[in-house]
T-cell receptor, first 116, second 116 residues
Framework: SQTIHQWPATLVQPVGSPLSLECTVE??????LYWYRQAAGRGLQLLFYSVGIGQISSEVPQNLSASRPQDRQFILSSKKLLLSDSGFYLCAWSPRKDLRASNGYTFGSGTRLTVV | AQSVTQPDIHITVSEGASLELRCNYSYGATPYLFWYVQSPGQGLQLLLKYFSGDTLVQGIKGFEAEFKRSQSSFNLRKPSVHWSDAAEYFCAVGGGYGGATNKLIFGTGTLLAVQP
């Protein structure tokens, strides 16, 4: 069965420090991968998505970047964190083909990032 | 433009009472519709989905939703709420054509509180 792992679960980082959040998927090949940020009352904001190795699309301009060095690995990074980067970050995957082939998106358990 | 509206930010119901959470969408093609639930500090879990066919779909935990094309709605219902249903609920719409168009658009969520 397919599983998605996301770590760390909680992170407290000082302003100006770098960031690296990792997400890996098991049990599937060629998934679409997504990074979302969740802020209170604002729902889920899509930050990045990837349809293949090295292919990254950014949905909103920001202080963050994403990379996909391997088929089932998706990394969210920042060179210098801002206070506004605080939030709950969720990774998700979906099949490359029609969403009817699955239950839509499968989400990781999230990372709570606090920038101090 | 594609969008999802969940007009109720916060709802409180008594345990045992019925529940309806509203969702309206705007989508340029036949939509694929989803409801997810999120417990505090956790990822999102799929409750149910609609792709085609019978407009009344059954999900996990006793939830159901009805797709009404004429009203562009996909409301979530449960006949008798349990205290464990307290969580945040998200409606989402997507096209499911595969590849980059598998992006889901999420509503801002409805936070459900259950009174004893």
């Amino acid at each position: 069965s397919q599983t998605i792992h996301q770590w760390p679960a909680t992170l407290v980082q000082p302003v100006g420090s770098p960031l690296s959040l990792e997400c890996t998927v098991e049990g599937t090949s060629n998934p679409n991968l997504y990074w979302y940020r969740q802020a209170a009352g604002r729902g889920l904001q899509l930050l990045f998505y990837s349809v293949g190795i090295g292919q990254i699309s950014s949905e909103v301009p920001q202080n963050l970047s994403a990379s996909r060095p391997q088929d089932r690995q998706f990394i969210l990074s920042s060179k210098k964190l801002l206070l506004s980067d605080s939030g709950f970050y969720l990774c998700a995957w979906s099949p490359r083909k029609d969403l009817r082939a699955s239950n839509g998106y499968t989400f990781g358990s999230g990372t709570r990032l606090t920038v101090v | 433009a594609q969008s999802v509206t969940q007009p109720d930010i916060h709802i409180t119901v008594s345990e045992g009472a019925s529940l309806e959470l509203r969702c309206n969408y705007s989508y340029g093609a036949t939509p694929y519709l989803f409801w997810y639930v999120q417990s505090p500090g956790q990822g999102l879990q799929l409750l149910l989905k609609y792709f085609s066919g019978d407009t009344l779909v059954q999900g996990i935990k006793g939830f159901e939703a009805e797709f009404k094309r004429s009203q562009s709605s996909f409301n979530l219902r449960k006949p008798s709420v349990h205290w464990s249903d307290a969580a945040e609920y998200f409606c989402a719409v997507g096209g499911g054509y595969g590849g980059a168009t598998n992006k889901l658009i999420f509503g801002t969520g409805t936070l459900l509180a259950v009174q004893p």
